[in-house]
């Protein structure tokens, strides 16, 4: 049997007056029924949808977080199974403590802006380098992807060698050309000269590939206008390539923000933090606090005190960047 | 009925399946993937074979990682491992969380300094790690370069700078130097010269130690004058290499397995490593001897520690059985006696090693250098605070060593006063 509206739907849609009878005032109920039936089967079908996503939210974000939180408040320690309350004791234990500020938050936004600055300013280099033709431009391309093949730590592993003052490459050329062997991992500014160095190679090629994929469907109209009108080259990067790219260049530089205020792999493969704790960054205090103390309750503690730090950061930098931005869009 | 015969069918399958499968224990080995531990694992596995019943799983893991990881583990409600490797200066941190194993075969043959470090507490009577070597530690050195084997600091620093005027080799000594790799130099000069982290210096029981109020001793003269010897070292003579500060255990012995030392500072148990041609340049052309006193030394200086096997409390009962019969075949003769041949490991049971005293002269040349030494340390701090006050104090003296020499005692100062901040409770 097929289906059909009820008569007050019907008469209803063809504008006839009509007048409901019980029979109608039921049907009406059970299409009511059926709307609602049919909301709680979306609401359900939407709920199937976003649970996954929340569950795993609530497990693998919200949770640790917690009760990371909970640790830090706590006294935590391997020996220490009492779990007293501390309130806020173990942030005030970190902000008192002068290692922390005289090293690990100068080390820790130092590194930040020199790599930062080096990377941005090598990776658009080599973006506006590569967007042109020329012969091998593809075995280029695909070399310049090589170190983005590269786990963190094996490039760690290959710079320590690489500055290794016995058998290091870097040393015996230095020393072939006429200069002294430089022992490189001994002293605070050299190693962590090679912890830059070795994060400059890993990440510039990232940043040349994102802004060459977006320098290549920028529209040549503007740009051959400029030329016509007799602007330079640096006055059409400057006034017409740049404010393009600085959409593309923000985001670039807010990601890499973040993973340079956490950088870990490099860092403790290379130096260990060392020598004397004097390259540590946010990251390995945390992770020495936490594993090599076993002082959880600090660990913790100094993580989620190096989270607000990177939220602070992060959003004082998104509102600048997005000013910049913004700007150079009106100036286009 | 036709499908009843079917389904009894599946479910005798099942069980014959399921029976044996059931019944075998495996059993997960962590452990740092070095030398000995390969050997010892390699013996597991031999006596896996021999026992159908239990499957061996080794898992290796870096040594760098490997404290903190296993030490989580070990708290977890039901540790992933069965059998963990431990070391001596671990003993304190993990006692809680380790099953007591003084019960497992050719234990009662192992002399009691070894284990004690395993539980060095009156609320624990039992030993939480069965020790399967003695970590002797010493000097490796060239004995095609080096007659008579130094014994205090001023020879090793006049034979290191005849050698290198000679042009022989292009250091005098190397070892690490960087945490936790400085046993080999900054802890082994400071205990040459009867000095020590906490006072009063060589001792090892912690009620003494707290009742002295966990004094530190980093002031004292005697851990001065080893880093000032290390400071001329790397700054005035340049007998060590420039980046000396930041030397782990490996990058010092690539530089001696090359040829370019005289003298590498190690764990006797890498004889095996520095004397194979296939690994080094110096093969054949290797002894042993301890470290070199101090000004304020009693004599040439080693220690006789254990590395030991440990079974978790966290896991199953029948786990526990089978991890004790495997840790017991691993002390037998057979396996240590491998572990001597293969490696160059001071077995742990006593009379294997008297035995071998008298039937082996390269195991005599060993025992001299090593438990037989003048002086003898417990090479560790076996208190829970240990990894912090050593992670600690190692910072310290790099700083000092990177510093200027006037200030070496400014900075051990700073030091002291950090290490009394880990006792204040």
């Known amino acids: 049997m097929g289906w059909s509206y009820p008569n007050s739907q019907r008469d209803r849609m063809s504008g006839r007056n009509w007048q409901r009878s019980k029979n109608d005032l039921d049907i009406e109920a059970e299409l009511e029924a059926g709307r609602r039936y049919g909301l709680n089967q979306r609401r359900k079908f939407m709920w199937g949808l976003i649970l996954p996503a929340f569950l795993t939210l609530i497990f693998f974000e919200i949770l640790p977080v917690a009760s990371a939180f909970w640790t830090s408040i706590h006294r935590a320690r391997l020996f220490d199974k009492s779990r007293i309350f501390v309130g806020l004791d173990n942030y005030l234990h970190l902000l008192k403590d002068p290692h922390f500020f005289g090293t690990v938050l100068p080390n820790t936004f130092l590194f930040t802006f020199i790599g930062l600055t080096l990377e941005t300013a090598l990776g658009v280099v080599i973006a506006l380098l590569l967007n042109r033709k020329f012969k091998g431009e593809t075995l280029v391309r695909v070399l310049l992807l090589f170190p983005l093949m590269v786990a963190p730590s094996i490039s760690g592993i290959l710079f320590s060698w690489l500055f290794n003052t016995q058998f290091g490459i870097v040393d015996v050329f230095l020393e072939a050309i006429g200069f002294y062997r430089v022992p490189w991992l001994a002293g605070r500014w050299t190693a962590m000269s090679v912890i830059v160095i070795s994060d400059v190679w890993l990440w510039t090629p990232w940043f040349a590939i994102l802004l060459l994929a977006a320098l290549q469907v920028q529209p040549l109209e503007p740009v051959e206008a400029a030329r016509i009108d007799g602007a330079n080259a640096s006055q059409v990067f400057f006034n017409i390539t740049l404010p393009y790219l600085s959409p593309v260049l923000t985001i670039c530089m807010l990601i890499r923000t973040f993973d340079l205020f956490r950088q870990f792999d490099q860092t403790w493969v290379i130096t260990t933090g060392g020598p004397a704790r004097s390259t540590e960054f946010f990251s390995i205090y945390a992770y020495k606090e936490f594993f090599e103390y076993t002082r959880y309750d600090l660990g913790n503690a100094a993580s989620l005190l190096g989270a607000v730090v990177m939220m602070i950061f992060g959003i004082i930098m998104y509102r600048t960047f997005a000013r910049i931005t913004m700007s150079e869009r009106e100036k286009a | ?425």
């Open chain 2, 1 to 425: 009925m036709k499908k009843l015969w079917f389904i009894v069918l599946i479910l005798f399958c099942l069980a014959v399946w399921a029976g044996p499968a059931g019944a075998k224990v495996k059993i997960r080995v962590v452990y740092q993937p070095f030398t000995i531990h390969n050997q010892q694992v390699k013996w597991m596995q031999e006596w896996a074979k021999k026992n159908p019943d239990v499957e061996i799983e080794p898992v290796p893991l870096a040594y760098e990682l490997y404290y903190p990881k296993v030490s989580t583990a070990i708290q977890s409600p039901k540790c992933e491992y069965d059998i963990v490797w431990h070391n001596d200066d671990w003993g304190m941190a993990w006692i809680d969380f380790m099953e007591p194993v003084d019960d497992v075969e050719n234990f009662k043959r192992i002399p009691r300094h070894l284990w004690d470090v395993f539980w060095a507490d009156k609320k624990h009577p039992r030993a939480s790690a069965v020790p399967f070597i003695g970590t002797s530690a010493g000097m490796f050195y060239r004995k095609d370069l080096i007659t008579t084997p130094p014994k205090t600091w001023k020879d090793v620093e006049a034979v290191s700078l005849k050698l290198m005027k000679e042009g022989k080799v292009k250091f005098g000594y190397v070892g690490g130097v960087k945490y936790p790799h400085a046993y080999f130099t900054l802890l082994a000069w400071m205990w040459a010269n009867q000095g020590d982290i906490l006072a009063p210096p060589f001792e090892r029981d912690k009620e003494v130690l707290a009742k002295n109020g966990w004094k530190p001793f980093v002031t004292d003269v005697t851990m001065i004058e080893a880093l000032e010897f290390w400071w001329d070292q790397i700054h005035k003579t340049k007998t060590v290499p420039a980046d000396f500060v930041g030397y782990t255990r490996t990058a010092a012995m690539a530089i001696f397995q090359a040829g370019d030392c005289a003298m590498f500072g190690e764990d006797a148990l890498k004889y095996g490593d520095v004397n194979d041609p296939a690994k080094s340049k110096v093969a054949g052309k290797v002894a042993f001897t301890s470290f070199p006193s101090g000004p304020h030394g009693k004599g040439p200086l080693s220690w006789d520690v254990p590395w030991g096997w440990g079974i978790p409390k966290n896991i199953p009962e029948e786990n526990k059985k089978a991890a004790k019969r495997v840790i017991g075949y691993v002390i037998s003769d057979e396996v240590q006696l491998d572990m001597w041949k293969t490696t160059g490991g001071i077995p742990v049971t006593t009379d294997l090693r008297e035995q071998l005293s008298k039937t082996d002269p390269l195991f005599r040349e060993f025992a001299v250098a090593t438990y037989k030494a003048p002086v003898l340390v417990m090479s560790a701090g076996y208190y829970p605070e240990w990894p912090q006050v050593h992670s600690i104090w190692n910072d310290y003296c790099i700083k000092a060593l990177m510093g200027d020499k006037k200030d070496i005692k400014k900075v051990m100062a700073q030091c002291e006063e950090e290490l009394k901040k880990v006792f204040k409770k």
